[in-house]
Structure formats: C-alpha cells, structure tokens
C-alpha cells in the first residue's frame, strides 16, 4: 500500500534533530509533499511515548500509515507495526531496551543539545517490559537495516529478532548509520511514499 502518513521516531537520549531524522523530513518534504510527516519529541516514560503516538496516529488511514525508528525508536515502531499492520522500517533496532535502558536510570543529557536533561525513572523499565511486542506478526511489512559495527547494539541480536523480515545487513557501519544517504533509497521504495 501507498504511504500517505508517515511517523519517524528517534532514538534514546535522541531527538527530531537527529541526522537521519532530518534527512527524512527534508526528503519527504522535497519530493513527497503530500505525504504527512510528524517526528514529535519522545517523552522519556515509554508509557507515555506509547500514548502520545497512538493518540496522533488514531485518526490516520490505517492502511496508508508507515513508521520508521531508529534504535529505541526501532523498538517502539515494532511495537507499533505489530498494533496496526502498518510498515515499518527500523534502523538499528534496539531488541530488549528494558535490559540495555536499566543501567541508564537517573539524569540523562539529550544527544544534540548537552544542557537539555530529563530523568530516566526506575519504572521506565517496567514500562519498556510491558511493550515488547513479541513474535512478528508480518515480518514481510518489516525492512531493517542493521549495521554490523555497531558500537551500541549487537548486530547478531538484532539480525536473529528480525531474521524474517527484509534484512538489508550493512558491514562495518556505526550505530547511527551515519551512511544513512546510502540507504535511503532502499528505505524510500520499501515505504513507497504518496
């Protein structure tokens, strides 16, 4: 199906000033300027991320609605993809981010503007337990791009959580995917924007 509504979601600590996520909207809004685009701020509570987004996203066309997510993000667009149907593309996707996220409780600073702080609360991990969306429903809706040098995440694990979706395994690379433009005319087909 056309991708008429899309939603970007960053990474943790990340924001919508990320590279890639930057990149996106000035492509969508370049070359897709029908497409509706929203890469809001993530709230830090997971439960509360969740609602924002599914809040936003209620009143879009089901079946015309893609998502991509990078890292955390990747991990809440899995969970979405597995609530809608919807396509989703993740972009080094954290697999169990209430394992990785455990040792980062407390004061955080936001990656692209040091002085911006929020908390990560102990019950967050809970929350992030709470939404692991389990088996892939539609792995064929699914594209994910994991970069085998990432310095983050562990590459292995997350070929093996998306072994059946449509793989594209980069070697070397880093956990931003700062070769994002290399891969985005993969991302673009595999969304087919409006």
């Known amino acids: 199906m056309t991708t008429t509504h899309l939603l970007y979601l960053h990474g943790?600590?990340?924001s919508p000033h990320s590279m890639k996520a930057m990149k996106m909207a000035d492509t969508v809004q370049?070359?897709?300027?029908?497409?509706?685009?929203?890469?809001?701020?993530?709230?830090?509570?997971?439960?509360?991320?969740?609602?924002?987004?599914?809040?936003?996203?209620?009143?879009?066309?089901t079946q015309n609605i893609a998502v991509v997510g990078s890292s955390l993000g990747g991990f809440y667009a899995t969970w979405i993809a597995a609530q809608t149907g919807c396509k989703a593309v993740l972009l080094n996707p954290a697999v169990d981010p209430a394992r990785d996220l455990?040792?980062?409780?407390?004061?955080?600073?936001?990656?692209?503007?040091p002085l911006?702080?929020?908390?990560?609360?102990?019950?967050f991990v809970q929350e992030l337990q709470g939404l692991q969306a389990g088996p892939l429903a539609h792995p064929e809706r699914l594209l994910a791009i994991i970069a085998k040098g990432d310095e983050v995440l562990d590459w292995r694990e997350m070929s093996t959580r998306y072994a059946a979706a449509r793989l594209k395994l980069l070697e070397g690379g880093d956990h931003a995917l700062s070769d994002f433009?290399?891969?985005l005319k993969d991302v673009l087909d595999f969304l087919d924007l409006a």
């Not at 969740?50 to 879009?60: K, Q, S, Y």
């Not at 455990?102 to 503007?113: A, C, F, P």
């Not at 911006?116 to 019950?123: G, M």
Request: with cysteine; hydrophobic share 35%.
């Open 12 to 14: 943790f600590r990340s």
């Open 30 to 61: 370049s070359r897709h300027p029908q497409v509706h685009w929203w890469c809001p701020q993530l709230p830090p509570s997971p439960k509360e991320a969740m609602a924002l987004l599914m809040a936003g996203i209620a009143n879009w066309p």
């Open 102 to 113: 455990s040792r980062y409780i407390g004061e955080q600073t936001s990656w692209h503007d």
């Open 116 to 123: 911006e702080t929020f908390f990560f609360k102990p019950e």
């Open 181 to 183: 433009n290399a891969h």
